[in-house]
């Protein structure tokens, strides 16, 4: 059962990370989840595991400000609260999912896949154009991204993006940890692919936090020579590379494109609320939509998520959410598993990247790991030396 259990997890959640957009695939993902809730259910019925009423509570406070949203947004013909709460149903993971699935090798090795795609397909251009060519026809085609060249200032990059990339911040950095920890030479290379992954994703916020990651990973194991060293190395990287981009790039001006965009976001959302102030107190309503100049139209969802939330339930509400979100209740978890989790969240949030089968993918492992369910996972963690 256990084997069962850990191999549907493993295709749902390859199916989530390759396949964000498709619609077509949606049923496909949501017979996954549930095919894995029915066998944890039996694995749990069998084994008489107990469900931990934190979570539990967690799961309730989150669906109960989702449902009450759209008392608020079901007049709403823009709004999408529906999508909203489909999103949410992986989280039902939570209450069943125990250490019987190792669920931070299963985000490693997804991530992995998906970056070993990005750098085989970058490399067969140079071997095969026409077989490259029915691949792009088949990723845009599922609109699982973006392929071809991004432009910032004098730099061109050749991009295959995938929607999910920035899930890549997370086995970057546990990989970073392991390869510190054990000095593996299969840590270095999953670790080089993982870098070559984000590098050809062309996703400023994705290499931007990645680094972010591994400075702060280092920063919490200063003690340890192996960190310092690299702390000292990425430090100069990072110098450098931010005196590069000022002086050769557009990263930071405000009329690039997707910066253009965000901004215009911003800007709406400040006169909406200073027509409607309320909002700040109790939101709109679950998926409510406004009008943006970053569209030029009426949307429900843009790519500053933080915004969105507060536009559907207020700041009280978002402050609830994101709380029973990356609420920490397991203390024996090394800070540097949290790190990139929290960075995925606030990358995610730019994207967006939060409420979809995604986010929620990466939220749900991020509470199995922070929770009581997690304490017998992390002492595996720190019997195996990952954990300085």
């Known amino acids: 059962m256990k084997k069962i259990i850990s191999f549907l997890f493993y295709l749902y959640s390859l199916f989530v990370v390759l396949f964000p957009a498709a619609d077509f695939l949606v049923s496909k993902k949501l017979i996954f989840a549930l095919l894995v809730c029915i066998c944890l259910i039996v694995f749990l019925l069998n084994y008489n595991k107990k469900i931990y009423v934190l979570n539990l509570f967690r799961i309730l406070i989150i669906f109960i400000v989702l449902l009450l949203g759209t008392l608020f947004s079901i ?45 085989i397909s970058v490399f067969a251009t140079f071997v095969s154009n026409s077989f490259v060519k029915r691949i792009q026809t088949l990723f845009l085609a599922l609109d699982s991204g973006f392929w071809g060249t991004r432009q910032f200032g004098s730099i061109n990059l050749f991009m295959i993006h995938f929607r999910t990339s920035p899930i890549l911040i997370i086995p970057f950095s546990l990989y970073f940890i392991e390869y510190c920890d054990n000095k593996k030479i299969s840590s270095f290379i999953y670790l080089f692919i993982l870098g070559m992954g984000i590098l050809f994703s062309a996703s400023r916020g994705l290499i931007l936090f990645s680094y972010i990651s591994l400075l702060l990973i280092c920063l919490c194991n200063m003690r340890l020579k192996t960190y310092r060293h690299f702390f000292f190395l990425l430090t100069i990287v990072a110098i450098l590379g931010l005196l590069f981009l000022l002086t050769s790039t557009n990263v930071f001006d405000t009329k690039e494109k997707s910066n253009s965009i965000k901004i215009n976001h911003i800007i709406s959302f ?34 500053v998520t933080f915004l969105d939330m507060v536009r559907y339930w207020g700041i009280i509400g978002t402050v609830i959410v994101m709380f029973c979100f990356l609420y920490n209740k397991n203390k024996s978890l090394s800070k540097t598993y949290v790190i990139p989790f929290v960075l995925y969240v606030i990358s995610a949030a730019l994207n967006p990247l939060i409420f979809n089968s995604t986010g929620m993918l990466v939220l749900t492992i991020y509470i199995l790991l922070t929770s009581n369910t997690g304490k017998k996972h992390s002492e595996n963690l720190q019997n195996n030396c990952y954990i300085q």
């Open 270 to 303: 400040y006169e909406l609320i200073s027509e409607q102030p309320h909002i700040l107190l109790i939101g709109n309503g679950t998926g409510s939509s406004y009008y943006t100049s970053g569209f030029n139209c009426i949307t429900w969802q843009t790519e």
């Open 75 to 119: 007049n709403d013909e823009h709004s999408n609260y529906i999508f909203l709460i489909a999103s949410c149903v992986p989280l039902l993971l939570i209450l069943l999912l125990d250490n019987s699935i190792d669920y931070l090798n299963v985000i490693k090795h997804v991530g992995l896949c998906l970056s070993l795609i990005v750098v």
